[in-house]
């Protein structure tokens, strides 16, 4: 079995498990649709190599996942089929529709998207204030924050090893439009009752940020116990890896967090430019202005962007980080067009050979 515990002795019942993990009515018309008879549904809490750890409503399962089956990711709904009820020997059927995803750049040379979470309601964008802070950072998580289709959430840890609190609030708010930013303390308590509106009622929240950031402290907070092991950060303030797996974690009060690994950096993906869009808004407003609808902000005439950093109203460094991200999201997109050219072209090439084949007299 899972080394990921089950609802506790006093949780709830059977019947309302799976609505606790996020499933709703909109689920189980499309669960039936799969058809897939003998399967139960349930949702996906770890994934290691070739196997899942799934929460269904009467069982852990750990599922096989079939060759050549789409890559799962923590966070998926699953319709899983048990060999015995109730037993661990299980096999992955289908994965469900997707209606989020927090999505990244794989590492490898490959251009392949990773999927961090699935069917997530908010992201936690967590920075703690004993680390180096970045405006710049945060401009890239909240990027990828608004791209997965989620509500991103900055969170300021480590309130009481800060003796300047307000200051890095009002920096953070000063990028973040349309995004809550909470400073808070998980080893104080302080501030944590903020999280209340967006966790609870069946959400799904993802943290995400940097090691040593206070994920794991965060998680034991609000699940009541120390479920996640915690380390310090160490003296050069580069956070101790502590989460080495995605992983799903059922809160008393319903809903789920979802805890990722720490990552040092995180590359762009999805190239539609929505996410890039919403975070720098200030940027795009301004761009509107501009005298021409092509305007690169790069000394044209009539550029409202340039004007507004020569008066002083926007930051040089906010044009210079928006730049940076256009660039990457738009090297991403070529980089997949590439790919799926040559994919096609691979496609082809075996359809003409199997058709030159067919055409080919028979030898009898």
Known sequence: MSDISWWPEDGPPESERLQQLGWDQARNVEFAQLGEPGSVPGRIARVDRGICTVFAAQAVHRAVVPPRFETPAVGDWAAVAAAVP?????????????????????????????????????????????????????????????????????????????????????????????????????????????????????????????????????????????????QDVRPDGRGRHT???????PLPSGGVLIDTPG??????????????????????????????????????????????????TLAPDRLESYNKLLRELRFQELKQDKRARSEQRQQWKTLSKQMRNASRPSQD
Request: hydrophobic letters at 40%.
């Open 86 to 230: 109730g037993g661990d020997d299980a096999v992955l059927r289908a994965l469900m529709e997707r209606r989020t995803a927090f999505t990244r750049q794989a590492s490898g040379e490959e251009t392949i998207g990773q999927v961090v979470a699935a069917n997530i309601d908010v992201v936690f964008l967590v920075n703690s204030l004993d680390q180096r802070f970045s405006l710049r950072r945060l401009e890239r998580y909240l990027t990828l924050g608004w791209q997965s289709g989620a509500q991103p959430v900055i969170l300021l840890t480590k309130t009481d090893l800060c003796e300047d609190t307000e200051r890095f609030v009002l920096e953070a708010e000063s990028i973040a439009f349309g995004t809550d930013v909470l400073a808070i303390s998980a080893a104080t308590g302080d501030g944590l009752e903020a999280l209340d509106a967006h966790i609870g009622g069946n959400r799904t929240v993802a943290l995400l940020g940097l090691s040593g950031a206070g994920k794991s402290t965060l998680i034991n907070r609000l699940v009541g116990e120390e479920r996640l092991r915690t």
């Open 243 to 249: 989460t080495s797996h995605r992983e799903l974690i």
């Open 263 to 312: 990552m040092r950096s995180v590359s762009m993906w999805d190239g539609d430019g929505d996410g890039l869009e919403q975070t720098f808004a200030d940027v795009h407003e301004l761009a509107a202005g501009c005298r021409f609808s092509d305007c690169k902000h790069e000394g044209e005439p009539g550029c409202a962007v340039i004007a507004a950093i020569t008066a002083g």
